[in-house]
């Protein structure tokens, strides 16, 4: 299985400061044929089901706000917000869905100052 | 508006069986591949098993296969998670989740709010 690692674990963040969560795969994530990468974040409000926020690498999800982007190439990758805002709160999960199973990372719990 | 609704979830005894469901409602069915994706208590989110939209092709992840058979009933916008076989490991809220494309992409725009299984004796 394609193991994904996120780091930090936490992230206490003052309302208006950026943030930055990362995420690295064991395995490229990159499919040649296509062009695309395969790798997705999901981000779990307190009480609430997880929810997609950005898709194949850099597309945000329908109604996520344009302070978050998705970067990154292979096996690494990058969550920012630009400006972090209270409703931002909740663990926040890298996925894989390159390759059977589909994997999450253990999450990043952000929380406000 | 889209929904899905998870049910079924109860406590049950190691070696034992359940069946847990997902009634769709707010889009067409049978034109998306569905997924099960379980969360074991303060746990990450785990992918089980996906479903395309005919039913013709089903995934597993290897802890479940043999044990767990998903379903759908498209003329019932119902999904099904059989799962046999119970070990204490499988105790978590099990979520579907509806997937963005016809057959299994992982791709999970719209998730349940889940049903808890709880493997205990």
């Known amino acids: 299985d394609i193991v994904m690692t996120q780091t930090p674990r936490s992230l206490p963040v003052t309302p208006g400061e950026p943030a930055s969560i990362s995420c690295r795969s064991s395995q490229s994530l990159f499919n040649s044929y296509d062009g695309h990468t395969y790798f997705d974040w999901y981000l779990q409000k307190p009480g609430q089901s997880p929810q997609l926020l950005i898709y194949?690498?850099?597309y945000r999800a329908s109604g996520v706000p344009d302070r978050f982007s998705g970067s990154g190439s292979g096996t690494d990758f990058t969550l920012k917000i630009s400006r972090v805002e209270a409703e931002d709160v909740g663990v926040y999960y890298c996925?894989?869905?390159?390759?059977?199973?589909?994997?999450f990372g253990q999450g990043t719990k952000l929380e406000i100052k | 508006e889209v929904q899905l609704l998870e049910s079924g979830g109860a406590f049950i005894q190691p070696g034992g069986s359940l069946r847990v469901s997902c009634v769709v409602s707010?889009?067409?069915?049978?034109?998306?591949?569905m997924s099960w994706v379980r969360q074991a208590p303060g746990k990450g989110p785990e992918w089980v098993s996906g479903i395309s939209g005919s039913g013709e092709n089903t995934y597993y992840r290897d802890s479940v296969k043999g044990r767990f058979t998903i379903s759908r009933d498209n003329s019932k916008n119902t999904l099904y998670l059989q799962m046999n076989r119970l070990r204490a490991e499988d105790t978590a809220v099990y979520h579907c989740a509806k997937d963005k494309y016809y057959d299994s992409s992982g791709l999970f725009d719209i998730w349940g709010q889940g049903t808890m299984v709880t493997v205990s004796s």
């Open positions: 707010g889009f067409t069915f049978s034109s998306y591949a």
């Open positions: 996925m894989q869905r390159i390759a059977f199973p589909y994997t």
């Open positions: 194949t690498l850099s």
